[in-house]
C-alpha cells in the first residue's frame, strides 16, 4: 500500500482505457449505468469510475485489486467514500472527468482532498466578472498570451477546493479565492484557496498538453505521485464521443 499520512498519489485514463464488458463494475454500479439514459453522463460515469478502480488498485494493493468489490459510494454531502467489500478503505479520494478523461486523487485516511481538471479554453471576460473575485479577475487581466490557462487555472482550483469543503458548486465561487505561488515540485506549482471564513486549502497545479489538474486538501501535503510513469494525461486528446453518439 502506499498510501501514507503524508502523500497523495493520482492516476489519469481516458474513454479509451475502459473495458468494453462491463463486468468489473459492481452490481450497485452496474444498475445506476443502466439507468443513465444520456450518453455523456453514462460515459462520464464509466471513465471515472473505472480510473478510481485502477487507482485504488494501484494505491491500496491487493485488498483493492477485484474492480467489482470496489465502490466508490457518495456520503451525504455528496463527498465520495470508498468502500472495498463493503468495508470504508483507510483513504481519502476525489475524481474528476473532463472532455473524455477522468482524474483520481488518492490521500491519507481521516483527510478531505479535492481534484479538478479542466481544459485550456477559452473563458469569457463575462464567465471572469461573474464567477471570480476581484483579485482573481487582476490575474486573469495580468496574464497577457496565458489568460485562458489562467483563467481555467482559477476556475479548477476553486473547484478542487470546493470539493474540499464537501459543498462543491452549491455554493458560490467568489466564497473561495485562489493564490498562485512561486514555490514549485518537479512539474507542479504551488496555489492556496481561502474560503470567506478563514480556512486556507494548500494545493498542487500542474499542465499536460490541453488539460490544467489541480488539487487541493485540509492540511498541507506534498505534490501528489503519480500511480503510473509515464502519466496518460501527458499525450491526451480531448475526447467527445457522447457527441459523436448524439450525431450519428
Known sequence: MVVTPGS??????????????????????AQRAAGMRFAKRRNDFLVSRWTAKQALAMALGPDADVPHEVEVRPAPTGAPLVFVRQERAPCSVSLTDRAGWAVCLVGPPGHWVGC???????????????WFTPPERALVAAAGAQADLVANLVWSAKESALKV?????????????????????GEWRALSVRAAEGAVFPG?????????LTVAADTALPPPTALAEPTPLRDAVPTHTWFDDLSG
Open 8 to 29: 497523495l498519489h493520482w492516476h489519469a485514463q481516458g474513454e479509451q482505457h475502459v473495458p468494453a464488458a462491463l463486468d468489473w463494475l459492481s452490481p450497485l454500479e
Open 165 to 185: 469543503l464537501q459543498t462543491g458548486l452549491r455554493r458560490d465561487t467568489r466564497t473561495v479565492e485562489v493564490t498562485l505561488h512561486d514555490a514549485r515540485a
Open 116 to 130: 479538478d481538471l479542466e481544459l485550456v479554453e477559452e473563458r469569457t471576460p463575462a464567465f471572469v466578472a461573474d
Open 204 to 212: 498542487w497545479w500542474c499542465r499536460h498538453g490541453d488539460f490544467v
